[in-house]
């Protein structure tokens, strides 16, 4: 059967990566969480003092990528691939409020994204891909065969985060996680560089009022017709 490549972009925490990782599970494709690679190079600008609370030095950052390795490695007991960054699996560290309140500016920046887009668009070579992210159909492969398109209210995406990072022990208010759900939709649909939004060939949906079944279900339906239309 033919292989098609599979691009699903939205806001943040649309739930993009739960359903990515179940249609290529069900597909038997390969899952790329693009979001992580942005997240893990914020990580190393954190962690090497590119960035503090008075300013990210992107000048000095931009020339540490060539020493940036980023990697995904299937774990076969979660199911799904985890990040590594110069070889050190940092699936865990990408995920906290730190990350996130700083790495849509470091997603802003075009060399950053010039080469995890070069990556990504390697990963993608030979289709069967399911991918994620914010660019996926319009910059990264805009001849995807499906592209989907998610959005929710900030509310109801807020209270999914702040339930994920709550359940993995992080002591954190909701407000603060609405503010950062806002800010980061804000910087990400205003940046120049590749800005959120959606491709004109992109369906959306808006899962505010879907349980997770039904959104399977309607993407799935939608994969099935995209692949019959090859057939
Ligand atoms: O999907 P996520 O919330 O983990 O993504 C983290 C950030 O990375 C998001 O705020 C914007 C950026 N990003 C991007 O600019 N382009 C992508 N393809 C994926 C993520």
Redesign the pocket.
């Known amino acids: 059967m033919q292989k098609i490549t599979i691009a699903i972009d939205g806001y943040?925490s649309t739930g993009k990566s739960t359903i990515a990782k179940q249609i290529a599970k069900e597909l038997g494709y390969i899952y790329v969480d693009?979001?992580?690679m942005?997240?893990a190079v914020t990580y190393y600008a954190l962690q090497n003092g590119f960035i503090s609370k008075e300013e990210f030095n992107v000048s000095n950052f931009i020339k540490q990528l060539p020493n940036i390795t980023l990697k995904f490695k299937f774990n076969p007991e979660l199911g799904f691939a985890e990040m590594y960054l110069n070889n050190k699996n940092v699936e865990h560290d990408i995920r906290t409020m730190e990350v996130s309140s700083f790495?849509?500016a470091v997603?802003a920046v075009p060399e950053v994204r010039l080469q995890l887009v070069k990556q990504q668009q390697k990963m993608g070579k030979e289709k069967g891909i399911v991918m994620d992210?914010?660019?996926?159909g319009t910059v990264v492969f805009p001849d995807a065969e499906l592209k989907i398109f998610m959005t929710a209210s900030p509310e109801i995406r807020a209270k999914r985060r702040f339930d994920e990072l709550i359940k993995r022990g992080d002591e954190i208010e909701f407000e603060d996680v609405l503010k950062n759900v806002q800010e980061?939709d804000y910087i990400?649909s205003h940046r120049e560089d590749s800005p959120l939004i959606k491709a004109e060939d992109a369906i959306e949906i808006d899962n505010s009022n879907l349980t997770l079944e039904e959104q399977y279900q309607k993407i799935m339906h939608l994969v099935t017709m995209t692949l019959e239309s090859f057939e």
């Open positions: 943040s693009s979001g992580a942005y997240r790495v849509s997603a992210g914010r660019d996926i980061r990400d």
